[in-house]
């Protein structure tokens, strides 16, 4: 397992701690709710979904989260801005931690960082994400916003190098501290398989080694678009679940200290996993401290009694 001599930080989100050494804090994991595809979802563009099925993913996370050690954070996407506002207004009406919230529409992003300045929610809002492809008119409401924490994503088109992609992490770091921001998560950003998808995983470990900083993958993307699970006698959720699953365990495996795991639906596999893996990370993070004389205070996973 992975020793870094570079100090690791940490940040408190709301009672998570997320960051420092390998094995120190255990794996923090990002659920996502109202995403395009999830079966809970009724209207994109104006924010209906099924309450009752969304209820039942959100206690399953939650429950999964007290039963493993893993802290939850919950993602909220809105593909309006009106669908932003309805989802945040259900989530913190239903959930008292901390949230991520989401959307590739700017004026959505915008109408809910309003919100969570509104309702005095940004003690418990991460923006996601802080990246070189912001226009003027978002940072500008970024910096005049309450929001301290967010997802600095640091990915380019022109980055496929490891070189490249830390001189966009480094630049993103230093813009968004102009912003306020001041707890954040780098994100690497995972290509799907074929486009790119592994270089995240050397850019994880690079950015704990040099940087010292909180990490954050979201691994459900790199089998996306997979069209190998989307063969006639592959193409069925076992399969496509199996690889989700698996690029969760990679990332966690390359002390990525937080994983966005996509849909809910997912928590039980997810947390399960994790959890498991958690196990290998710890004992070998204990045998590794012993020879090198290093104490340090490891999370201790569940195992069976």
């Known amino acids: 397992m992975f020793v870094f001599k570079k100090e690791q930080k940490s940040f408190d989100i709301r009672g998570i701690t997320i960051g420092g050494y390998p094995g120190e804090n255990p794996t923090v994991l990002i659920g996502g709710l109202f995403f395009k595809g999830q079966s809970i979802v009724e209207n994109t563009k104006e924010g209906l979904f099924d309450k009752k099925a969304a209820k039942d ?9 007290e039963r493993t050690g893993h802290p939850l954070i919950v993602e909220a996407y809105g593909r309006s801005a009106v669908a932003m506002e309805r989802h945040l207004s259900w ?3 239903n959930y008292d931690g901390p949230f991520m919230y989401e959307s590739s529409n700017v004026s959505a992003r915008k109408s809910a960082t309003e919100f969570c300045n509104e309702a005095g929610l940004t003690e418990r809002a991460i923006y996601n994400s802080v990246n070189i492809s912001m226009d003027e008119a978002e940072r500008a409401f970024l910096k005049e916003s309450s929001i301290s924490m967010a997802v600095l994503l640091g990915w380019s088109p022109k980055a496929s190098s490891l070189k490249d992609r830390m001189e966009v992490i480094e630049n993103t770091v230093v813009e968004a501290k102009t912003f306020g921001i001041e707890k954040f998560l780098v994100d690497p950003g995972t290509m799907p398989v074929g486009a790119g998808y592994g270089l995240e995983l050397r850019t994880t470990m690079a950015v704990k080694s040099e940087l010292g900083l909180p990490t954050c993958l979201a691994p459900h993307n790199a089998p996306s678009a997979w069209k190998f699970i989307r063969e006639e006698d592959l193409d069925q959720e076992e399969t496509a679940s199996s690889a ?28 399960t996993a994790v959890a498991l893996t958690q196990n290998a990370i710890a004992a070998s993070v204990a045998e590794a401290n012993q020879v090198l004389g290093v104490e340090k205070h490891l999370f201790e996973p569940i195992a069976s009694e």
């Open 91 to 93: 989530l913190v009406d």
């Open 244 to 271: 989700v699953i698996a690029s969760i365990v990679a990332a966690q495996l390359f002390a990525t200290d937080c994983i966005m795991y996509g849909s809910m639906r997912r928590s039980r596999e997810v947390f």
């Open 57 to 65: 993913w959100l206690d399953t996370g939650i429950s999964m989260a």
